[in-house]
């Protein structure tokens, strides 16, 4: 089984949003970065059904130079190989203009199975793999809690909401979006990481960005309620607290 | 003209759906809206939203379109929108949205703004208010259709009022015919289902203490058990928390796991990620404890301590046992 996964790099959850002098995207300059939570998990499905079923797991990754983190990461946990689809452009790109880039260098591939997480931490488009899918011309399900693969078809578990679920087949080859919590994720070994070094990143330069999405300004939200802050030690705040929820909301 | 598409299950139009209807009066009012209805064996649900008068509902009403499936859906829709050219199509921002919504504005080559929370700006110069970087920021966003071509959107579940609707009289109902060859779609669908029955219902719950990454270890349960057994509250958690394996998935909040609205909601180490907000902000009262001050959660809280929750916790636990304080 050949299987994509799409992997994004995206601000790390501490990281304490900064928007830039043109307010219209994030300082840059001061981030750290990190693997896009789903996308982990979309990883490890790909890395748990090459076990099961043989074949090869290729990481692919749209962004600038520091995108390459996040493949070596990939390769350390057991990646074969990796695709790293470069452009200064992709860091702060839309959904749509990811989505052809990747398109692009997957043309030249050939795959069973492309995984990916079921949105991004950053832009939050949850689109990405869905464009993808029908860029491609391939079936898709999304939001994916449970994959059985088989020789030509894969039946997928799709969460709905409230707690309700779905299982639904397609022939191969397929795109599925994969959501948090769907296995326990590995992290790499000492061995991984020494076996990385040698594994190939392949240099895609994609043709000229495009976006359809303009962000006309970036700011940080407005409170739309007034929260009370309790100030002072811990006791001194959990006394105040407690009274405030007794005497005030009356909820004790 | 806005066009709205419907989502509906047991027979009954999603109240998501009705809340993407008053946005697009929001941007439009008094515009043109129309009502788009895709399914099988519509007649009494298309009188129903034709009731409301928010618009002429257009119906596709077709066999293929009984359940839920991307390849007829999208040819369904496709081909509606191209027949009816709308500027915007709005609809819900729901799972199946984010399964639907952006191949067929791939199919049209249209650009789609997901989850959006509010709009200004009118005409052609309207913006689009959305969650950046897991709701620490908002963008304002424009889209840049070519000529003819519509904007899709899709509007956050609870971010807009369904009860602001404005309705009008009775608005007629229109079929439409589109082509569903058989064998278009290539997947095949089965009854949706829910896991083993709850034990837990949260729902019921009057007070509720909530944990989140912030708890940081499964050994630290016992500080939030501790609390919410000297509030007699039920204990639940944000999805990180079951994902680990934590705590059961059944005691998970939010848009994948229950919605509560309990009279007290103590969030603990929770940042607020909107999956989790949609399924608790209905809360009387909201309590967020959390050691940054810039998590979202303190949005929707109205008292909030900020600092470490493994000092206050126990501290709030204290005053509780200990009586008045």
Redesign the interface.
């Known amino acids: 089984m050949r299987i994509v996964v799409c992997l994004k790099q995206v601000?790390t959850?501490e990281?304490?949003?900064r928007?830039d002098d043109s307010g219209r995207w994030?300082r840059d300059t001061d981030v750290s970065y990190e693997l896009n939570e789903p996308d982990a998990y979309a990883l490890e499905e790909a890395l748990r059904l090459r076990e099961k079923h043989g074949g090869e797991v290729v990481a692919c990754s749209a962004g600038p130079a520091r995108v390459q983190t996040v493949l070596r990461e990939a390769l350390a946990r057991g990646a074969d190989r990796a695709i790293h689809v470069d452009a200064e452009a992709l860091a702060a790109a839309d959904?749509?203009a990811v989505?052809a880039a990747i398109e692009g260098a997957l043309r030249e591939e050939s795959f069973d199975l492309i995984l990916t997480g079921?949105q991004s931490?950053?832009?939050?488009?949850?689109?990405t793999g869905?464009?993808l899918?029908?860029?491609l011309g391939i079936?898709?399900?999304?939001?994916i809690m449970q994959v059985e693969a088989g020789e030509d078809r894969v039946r997928v578990k799709?969460?709905?909401?409230?707690?309700?679920?779905?299982?639904?087949?397609?022939?191969l080859p397929a795109l599925l979006t994969i959501?948090?919590?769907i296995n326990?994720l590995r992290y790499a070994t000492l061995k991984g990481i020494m076996a990385a070094k040698k594994k190939e990143i392949r240099r895609v330069v994609p043709p000229a960005v495009s976006?359809?999405?303009?962000?006309?300004?970036?700011?940080?939200?407005s409170?739309?309620?007034a929260?009370?802050?309790?100030q002072g030690s811990?006791?001194d705040?959990?006394?105040e607290?407690?009274?405030?929820?007794r005497d005030e909301?009356r909820?004790? | 003209m806005i066009l709205i598409v419907l989502e509906h299950r047991d027979g009954v139009i999603s109240r998501a759906s009705w809340e993407a209807a008053a946005a697009a009066q929001g941007m439009a009012p008094g515009g043109p809206l129309a009502l788009l209805l895709p399914g099988a064996g519509l007649d009494a649900l298309a009188q129903s939203a034709a009731a409301t008068g928010v618009g002429p509902v257009h119906v596709i009403d077709h066999p293929a379109l009984e359940q839920y499936s991307p390849d007829p859906f999208v040819r369904a829709l496709a081909a509606a929108v191209t027949q009816l050219t709308p500027s915007v199509v709005m609809m819900a921002h729901t799972y199946q949205a984010r399964d639907m919504a952006p191949a067929l504005a791939a199919r049209l080559s249209a650009p789609l703004i997901a989850d959006v929370i509010a709009t200004t700006g009118h005409g052609d110069d309207l913006l689009f208010r959305r969650p950046m970087f897991q709701g620490k920021l908002v963008a304002d966003v424009r889209a840049r259709p070519a000529q003819g071509v519509p904007t899709f959107v899709t509007c956050q579940v609870g971010a807009f009022r369904a009860d602001g609707l404005s309705r009008g009289p009775a608005a007629p109902v229109a079929r439409l015919e589109v082509e569903l060859p058989e064998g278009i779609n290539r997947q095949s669908v089965e009854p949706p289902f829910r896991e083993a029955r709850q034990a837990v219902d949260l729902g019921q719950a009057e007070r509720i203490v909530a944990v989140g990454r912030g708890i940081k270890a499964q050994e630290h349960l016992a500080v939030a058990q501790a609390l919410a057994e000297a509030m007699g509250a039920e204990l639940a958690a944000s999805r990180p928390i079951c994902d680990n394996g934590w705590l059961p998935m059944e005691r998970q909040v939010g848009s994948s796991g229950q919605t509560v609205a309990p009279k007290l909601y103590m969030a603990l180490g929770i940042s607020g990620a909107i999956q989790h907000l949609v399924g608790m902000k209905g809360s009387r009262t909201i309590v967020a404890i959390n050691k940054d001050a810039d998590a979202p959660i303190f949005e929707v809280a109205d008292y909030g301590i900020v600092g470490d929750l493994f000092e206050i916790v126990p501290a709030v636990t204290s005053a509780l046992t200990k009586g008045t304080p």
């Open positions: 601000p959850r990281w304490q949003p928007v994030i959904a749509a989505a079921l931490d950053d832009q939050g488009h949850a689109q869905v464009l899918a029908e860029r079936p898709h399900s999304t939001i799709r969460e709905l909401e409230g707690g309700w679920f779905q299982w639904v087949s397609m022939p959501q948090s919590g326990q976006p359809v999405l303009e962000i006309v300004s970036l700011t940080v939200p409170r739309s309620k929260t009370v802050l309790i811990a006791a705040a959990a006394a607290l407690v009274r405030r929820l909301a909820v004790l």
